[in-house]
């Protein structure tokens, strides 16, 4: 069994070593310390740690002034905060002026769970992808999630991280590389393609498992890079295995499954089943609970594969 | 404060200032005229008194910064940067045209000597905010100047940052405010009342000054006081006249966002003296 980590774990770790690396790191939180663990960040270097109260417009924004300055800020609340109430901050003051912000978003999807949907961000990837100038990254698990933190502080620019509260399969090991704008085969395939991100990369991979036992041949293509998207390795997979299923905690409007479809619909047009939320918010319940009730499953992705491949 | 000669050249400066803004305005054919002219006896004394800047560096790290919240007073941003030398004074012709350095609203990447992207209002204090702790991290003495508007005090995020800027005891950061008391849909009082402006700021633990924003010594002391101040971050609440320059134009919130007629530029130009 897998060995199991929370993204936002990782993420905190990774914070302090880049801090101990490069004095040019500071962190902002807003009231969510412990949550999204930069609280272990501001332990390490009280200086540079700035927890700005509820009060995320203000946070983002004065990461811009930060970055303006010369600084690398790290800025961390829920997502459906960062995205979504400091949204036209991050537009016009980070994205808009290319300041070196990395705002990392931490409860993600619905594996928030018991806090219900109000507080499980659905919309988070397709709101920063539509934005010029930003970055959008979506690890898998915790050993990525490392990498991925390392990769937006050597990234001179605005990124946006989506990390989960959950504590998810471990799926890449601990040394390796992220490189942004390139997705990762984790398994090879010739009958369909799962192309996954965030969590949903460790039930495509169960998926692939359970399809060879029907002599089904599933590749799995994570791509922890949203944006920019690995095109090249989307129109391969397409064009080797005729077929494909997207799968994200994230609604199907405008995230991975989106960015896959425009890219297919003008570069290789081939079936594709989309999984996420059917254009709908989440509800309380256990992630468990919550991921199975969303059709977000290694079962549900046999399901989608088996329709894809109808419509081969 | 000022001795004689700087302040006749202070106040010819500012008059020519006003003259860049008024023709540029006129050549755009767009453009916020009342809010540039309200705010220009303030960022001349900035920009040509009291600001550690050099024009031929714009980089340089130990330089004040100055953040124009009210974004749209752009105009005035660049008649003070084109005269301090960041840019020739011809370009101020190409203002919101296609391709111009010199956008509707201040952009960073774009013009020379502007230090962040403003416009969208409200954000400003915050990239100030941002801006004084990162130099208090780097050990700089640089100061960090921004410029509000008061109809812009409405924006809920002013004040994020206000709280923000008294907990982190940033005495490196001065705050002004163009108090011209009128906005877009009328006065400022009458749209949604942001008074009493000190007592608020007071109250969120800022070192308050309140000046005639016209009145050259008073500006020069009050930005000489808010340096003196180590511990607090100050505000200067700047009492201005909407269109400060062209009578005509004075007092008017129906100027917020229209340029000058060639007609107007003309009468303008007769009233400030420049033919």
């Known amino acids: 069994m897998a060995e199991m980590i929370a993204t936002r ?3 905190g770790k990774a914070l302090v070593e880049l801090g101990h690396a490069d004095q040019r790191i500071v962190a902002l939180d807003a009231d969510l310390s412990g949550s999204t663990k930069t609280a272990q960040f501001g332990k390490e270097f ?15 924004t004065m990461a811009a002034g930060l970055a303006a300055g010369g600084m690398v800020p790290f800025a961390s609340t829920f997502a459906v905060f960062a995205a979504g109430r400091a949204f036209e901050q991050i537009r016009n003051s980070i994205a808009y002026a290319k300041l070196n912000v990395k705002i990392v978003a931490t409860h993600a999807g619905v594996t928030v769970g018991e806090d219900g949907g109000s507080h499980q961000s659905v919309e988070d990837l397709a709101i920063m992808r539509a934005l010029p100038n930003m970055t959008v990254l979506c690890p898998a698990d915790g050993p990525e999630t490392a990498a991925a933190i390392k990769a937006a502080a050597a990234h001179d620019g605005p990124v946006f991280v989506r990390l989960g509260r959950a504590k998810v399969p471990t799926v890449f090991s601990p040394d390796c590389n992220f490189r942004i704008g390139k997705a990762t085969t984790l398994r090879d395939g010739s009958d369909l393609t799962f192309m996954t991100t965030g969590l949903m990369t460790a039930e495509a991979l169960a998926a692939a498992e359970i399809l060879q036992e029907e002599r089904i041949s599933a590749r ?33 409007i405008g995230g991975l499954g989106g960015a896959v479809c425009e890219t297919l619909a003008e570069g290789f047009p081939i079936p594709v089943e989309r999984v996420g939320l059917r254009d709908q918010f989440g509800q309380s319940g256990t992630a468990e609970e919550l991921l199975s009730h969303y059709g977000l499953t290694a079962a549900h992705l046999v399901e989608a594969a088996e329709r894809v491949l109808q419509r081969k | 404060m000022l001795n004689q000669d700087t302040r006749l050249e202070l106040e010819q400066t500012a008059r020519q200032l006003r003259v860049e803004v008024l023709k540029m305005l006129n050549t755009a054919r767009s453009g916020h005229t009342g809010g540039s002219l309200s705010a220009l006896d303030v960022m001349t004394l900035l920009f040509f008194h009291q600001m550690r800047h050099d024009p031929s560096n714009p980089d340089w790290p130990e330089r004040d910064r100055f953040v124009l919240s009210k974004g749209h007073a752009a105009p005035a941003l660049y008649a003070c940067l084109a005269e301090a030398g960041y840019f020739s004074r011809d370009d101020l012709k190409t203002l919101r045209q296609l391709g111009s350095h010199l956008q509707g609203h201040p952009d960073m990447n774009k013009t020379p000597g502007v230090e962040v992207c403003t ?5 400003g204090l915050s990239q100030a905010v941002g801006l004084a702790l990162a130099a208090r991290l780097q050990g700089r003495s640089s100061r960090i100047y921004t410029l509000l508007g008061d109809g812009e005090v409405q924006e809920g995020q002013v004040w994020e940052a206000a709280m923000a800027a008294a907990h982190y005891q940033l005495g490196n950061l001065c705050a002004i405010l163009d108090a011209n008391a009128l906005q877009i849909d009328g006065e400022v009082a009458k749209v949604m009342n942001v008074a009493p402006l000190g007592p608020k700021f007071l109250a969120f633990n800022w070192h308050v000054l309140e000046v005639d924003g016209h009145d050259l010594d008073a500006i020069a002391r009050a930005l000489a006081d808010a340096e003196s101040v180590t511990d607090q971050p100050t505000m200067i609440i700047a009492r201005t006249v909407k269109g400060k320059g062209v009578p005509f134009f004075e007092h008017k919130a129906s100027y917020h966002g229209v340029p000058p007629s060639d007609e107007e530029l003309d009468r303008a130009l007769e009233h400030l003296g420049h033919s």
């Open chain 1, 9 to 11: 774990d990782a993420y």
């Open chain 1, 46 to 60: 009280p200086g540079r740690f700035f927890n700005v109260g509820i009060a995320e417009a203000n946070m983002v």
């Open chain 1, 220 to 252: 799995v293509v994570h791509h922890g890079s949203i944006k920019p998207l690995d095109v090249d390795a989307v129109l391969l997979a397409a064009r080797e295995t005729g077929a494909v299923v997207t799968a994200e905690e994230h609604s199907v």
């Open chain 2, 119 to 123: 416009g969208s209002l409200g954000q």
